[in-house]
């Protein structure tokens, strides 16, 4: 019998942060962060953003700067829904030391080809899930797919240890929350595979138990004191997928002189990383912004070493996480990535390690 949550915003919120989950405040309708205040949001460009350690905005009782505002504390709690009593509590999932692995079940066409296209990075050729596709049509199946190729007996073991916190989505997904790995996963975003997003670091889900304008996260299962760790295999491919790796060794004598190697693609991450986090933070220009983040991200991939199809994903996974559609953020990619990519910029200069 799952734990009955309070109903009311700010009880949930309250009653969340005192187990040690960071709540950020989202707006019921959009179901992304409120919007900043005109200060902190003409400042919030990539490039010149204040840091959040110096807004004056947040202990002032504001909500600005979106899921890095997120906090346990219950004062400042109050004072958000004091403010704005609809919004409804969002989970920022790396302050929380938590990973979201989001099941969808939207009525989207599979992959153009299943054996690669269902699960990146793995592929599927003579699997005998390939002859039954009719049986895939959520995330939720590709999970259990996964969790067969890897060896997992079943997506969530019942034991404590490994059991996550699950909610069914008000549009018949599920989302499936467990304690991080201990590896840095403070930026992580990725797709694990059709219709699974993760969700970790500076990225959110909305809280087990709230209400938005489309229904309810209800909670079907887990401790939300302490929601379980990932079993292995999960953990390691949760890592697989959201760690971009370079390629091959690349000759330039250039970065021959670099005394650690992978910078470029280190750094590129953290471009990638942080346009990411932004966006989630954009109410309005998102678009825009996506666009100018493929087309910057474009421009350094070739010195990066990083493969395109990898940095096309994640810059699409920031793109949808922003709110905007599938189909739109990957038009918007697609478009700006290749303009980015035929006119390459000079290697920014790299910080001494
Ligand atoms: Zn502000
Ligand atoms: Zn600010």
Redesign the pocket.
């Known amino acids: 019998m799952p734990t009955l949550l309070p109903t009311a915003s700010l009880k949930l919120a309250l009653y969340l942060a005192a187990m040690g989950w960071h709540i950020v405040p989202l707006s019921p309708t959009s179901k992304r962060p409120l919007a900043?205040?005109p200060?902190?949001h003409s400042?919030?460009r990539p490039g010149s953003t204040?840091p959040?350690e110096t807004?004056?905005?947040?202990p002032t009782g504001r909500w600005?700067?979106g899921v890095h505002a997120a906090t346990t504390d219950p004062a400042r709690l109050s004072t958000w829904w004091q403010r704005q009593p609809d919004a409804v509590p969002g989970v920022a999932a790396g302050p929380s030391g938590l990973v979201l692995l989001d099941l969808d079940a939207h009525d989207d066409p599979l992959p153009a080809d299943p054996a690669t296209g269902l699960l990146p990075g793995i592929d599927l050729t003579g699997d005998p899930a390939l002859a039954e596709l009719a049986r895939i049509r959520t995330g939720l199946h590709t999970l259990t797919l996964l969790a067969r190729v890897r060896g997992g007996p079943h997506p969530w073991p019942t034991t404590p240890e490994h059991q996550p916190v699950v909610t069914t989505t008000p549009s018949g997904g599920r989302h499936l929350w467990y304690r991080a790995p201990s590896a840095n996963l403070r930026q992580a975003l990725g797709k694990l595979g059709w219709q699974i997003d993760i969700k970790a670091g500076w990225n959110y889900g909305l809280a087990p138990g709230t209400t938005t304008s489309t229904g309810t996260y209800r909670l079907r299962s887990g401790d939300l004191a302490s929601p379980g760790r990932l079993p292995e295999w999960l953990a390691h491919e949760v890592l697989r997928v959201t760690a971009p790796t370079p390629t091959q060794p690349r000759p330039s004598p250039t970065l021959r002189r670099e005394r650690c190697y992978g910078a470029p693609a280190a750094y590129l991450t953290t471009v990638l990383t942080r346009g990411a986090a932004h966006l989630a933070t954009l109410t309005d220009g998102r678009q825009r912004a996506l666009s100018a983040l493929a087309y910057h991200v474009g421009g350094l991939l070739a010195w990066s070493g990083l493969p395109e199809h990898q940095v096309s994903a994640h810059l699409i996974t920031a793109g949808e996480s922003s709110g905007l559609p599938t189909r739109l953020a990957t038009r918007i990619v697609h478009r700006a990535l290749l303009r980015g990519v035929r006119a390459p910029l000079p290697p920014p200069p790299m910080p001494v390690t």
Do not use: D
């Open positions: 900043n205040c200060r902190c400042t919030a204040h959040i807004c004056p905005c947040l600005c700067h």
